[in-house]
């Protein structure tokens, strides 16, 4: 990065300065543009096992939380490749690159799972956003392989770096960044995009104070190691039409 | 401070009173009016953009201005002191959502977008002078937004006769624009004991094209689960259902057999209130025990006496550009939502993502850029029964037909199918649809 995009970064408000060299070191999935670290943390089953890349079913939704508490990230395997150094916009104009899936077959992907629209995301009661399958129809996109979000058909392209195919969502979906290690388990290690964590804590303070007893709570960042489980087991109802 | 000391004051005081009375005078002479502003700080050092009207598109673009032009000095005007969603309202009819669920306060709309909002009806504007006249004082803008929605307009059942027209305002509201008509009419069902219950669609390009459908399901579906002897009578000045028809015609042949008389191509020509019966234009006579009569629309008032309005489909609707949303020979002014002459779908939804396209359009004439039109969507659910909640929805854009100088819609999809898990889902969709929207204006 030259020290203009550097400088960049640091005015976006949204990220924070990371040394170039880190970025280089660490991390493949971005350039460093719209990035920012958080929590290294592993992702794990119900009974604290690390998860292995490749053990993840195809086109299956897994959802674990990211990098605060309180905020949702649903984990796919798309089973396909995903398209490389995808160049992207936020609704700012800011510009940044999705450099690409994860895993042997670059297939896995992890979206922050807040709609960028009007801040729809999946509950314990009910899932309004999620992956739809190849081949499954629904009202806003006729062959699925996408990210909806059935509260007002926003779809997402997940193989672009979860870019706006149609409807009223602003700007691309906040990528999760993973890392695989070499015994193929699985880390998230930072967000790339604009979030809107900001919004998203504010407008549901009353729910977070219910569902995890203080508002606070939700914001604070997840430590060491994050669970992983199916959406549809998360959620009492995926809800797609 | 000494005795002499204090006279000295007074008198520079009344002198400079006295002065700046007769220069008051005198700039009033020269402008023929004489102003008396509202005290408004600013929140912005830009342009002042004022939005008469609160809702779904002055929210909307209230709250897009400050984010895509943030110096920008916006007031919006708002005559309620909250807002109660129209939306949903048919629902709440019948208890499937409570009042909160309507209800949300213009000062959280505020103060979490960081525009000023003024509590006052706008009786005028001034457009020499770019001054909205207000009921709590004058408001001076630079640009000004004029969503004040809808009114009714009786004239083709009353033809002018004002006392017919009060008493179906009073008794028998139509439920299309206040709370206040909602609760007449959920208070008419609570006491309902049996007979008809008369529901109209009316002809022109009305608010919220399904609604009066949607009302008719969930009136039949609380008569039928409470075993109330009641049927509703739709009738509808249209040959057809004018949207979702799959969906609306097998919900009434399914659901509501006993329940639901659909009238098409029935409009009222005579009231006999006294007698509860109304007369259509091919004499059949309807008899009774309670209604909500729902007449044409038009632009509200306020288009009208600030000269603003044109007839069209509708009458007194804003004279605009469509694709720049400006007043014809006034470029400072813009018009949309449901005042917009255009024939787009009078919707929330529709009115909402107009604010996005309204504001962005202000701001770049801000920045001295040209205006780019975008079409405005429509998104749009109707509940076909309650507990549970089952839905369908329409979801579309808008095109410009160059040939016939009209929109069109444009990439429609339609979800008509309120059987089995589908119809769960939209329900959820439904409430989801609405809970967004919320936190797109208020948050
Ligand atoms: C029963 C019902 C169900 C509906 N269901 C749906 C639905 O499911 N989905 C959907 O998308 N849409 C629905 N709609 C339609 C939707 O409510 C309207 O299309 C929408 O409100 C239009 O927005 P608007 O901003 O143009 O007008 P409004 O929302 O009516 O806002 C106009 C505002 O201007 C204010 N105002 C007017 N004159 C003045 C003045 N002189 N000074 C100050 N303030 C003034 C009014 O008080 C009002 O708050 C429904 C409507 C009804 C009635
Ligand atoms: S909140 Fe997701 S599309 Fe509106």
Known sequence: MDRRGFLKVIGGGLSVAIAPSLITQTLRAEDGRLYKTYNKVALVDSKGKAIKASSLQKETNYIFAYPFLGTPVLLVDLGEPTQKDVKLKDEKGQEYIFKGGVGKNNSIVAVSAICQHNLTHPTKDESFFSYVKRGQKSMAAKNGGVFLCAAHMSVYDPKAGGKVVSGPAPQPLANIILEIDKDDNLYAVGVLGSDKFHDYFKAFKREFKKSFGSWRKAKEEVQEKTTVSLLKEYSKDIIVY | ?443
């Open chain 2, 1 to 443: 401070m000494k005795r002499r000391e204090l006279f000295k004051l007074a008198a520079a005081a009344a002198l400079t009173s006295a002065t700046a009375n007769a220069a008051e005078k005198k700039k009033s002479k020269e402008s023929k009016s004489s102003f008396n502003f509202a005290l408004l700080p600013k929140n912005g050092k830009g342009k002042r953009v004022v939005i008469i009207g609160g809702g779904w598109a002055g929210l909307s673009v209230a709250k897009r201005l400050k984010e895509y032009s943030p110096n920008s000095d916006v007031v919006l005007i708002e005559q309620r002191a909250h807002f109660v969603s129209c939306p949903i309202s048919n629902l709440w009819l019948v208890d499937a959502v409570d009042l909160e669920f309507l209800t949300h306060s213009y000062l959280d709309a505020a103060r979490n977008n960081g525009y000023t909002f003024f509590q006052a009806a706008a009786y005028n504007i001034d457009r020499k002078n770019k001054v909205v006249l207000t009921t709590n004082g004058d408001v001076k803008y630079d640009y000004l937004v004029v969503a004040t929605g809808i009114d009714y307009d009786y004239s083709q059942w009353t033809k002018g006769d004002i006392e017919l027209e009060y008493e179906l305002r009073t008794n028998y509201p139509p439920g299309f624009m206040t709370h206040s008509e909602h609760q007449v009419i959920k208070e008419k069902l609570e006491d309902f004991e049996e007979g008809n219950f008369i529901l109209t669609v009316p002809g022109g390009n009305y608010r919220c094209l399904p609604a009066p459908y949607e009302r008719a399901c969930v009136i039949a579906d609380y008569f039928k689960k409470n075993k109330i002897k009641g049927k509703v009578i739709l009738l509808d000045e249209n040959p057809d259902i004018t949207i979702k028809k799959k969906g609306f015609h097998s919900a009434f042949n399914e659901l509501y057999k006993d329940y639901i008389q659909y009238v098409p191509s029935a409009k009222i020509e005579k009231f006999d209130l006294k007698n509860k019966k109304v007369e259509t234009e091919i004499g059949d006579v309807y008899e009774f025990a309670d209604a909500a009569f729902y007449p044409r629309v038009r632009g509200s008032k306020l288009l009208e006496i600030a000269g603003i309005a044109k007839d069209g489909i509708n009458k007194k609707e804003a004279n605009i550009d469509p694709f720049t949303y400006q007043v014809k020979d006034d470029p400072n002014i813009f018009c949309c939502g449901d005042v917009r002459p255009m024939a787009f779908s009078k919707s929330g939804n529709t009115a909402n993502s107009e604010g996005y396209v309204v504001a962005r359009i202000i701001a770049n004439l801000i920045e001295g850029k040209k205006p780019t039109w975008k079409s405005p969507h429509t998104t749009c659910y109707s509940a076909v029964s309650t507990d549970p909640i089952r839905a369908i929805s329409v979801d579309a854009d808008y095109k410009w037909d160059k040939t016939n100088k009209v929109f069109t819609f444009a990439n429609v999809k339609l979800n008509e199918k309120w059987q089995g898990k589908m119809g769960l889902h939209t329900g959820k969709g439904l409430l989801e649809w609405a809970k967004g929207m919320y936190r797109d204006m208020f948050d």
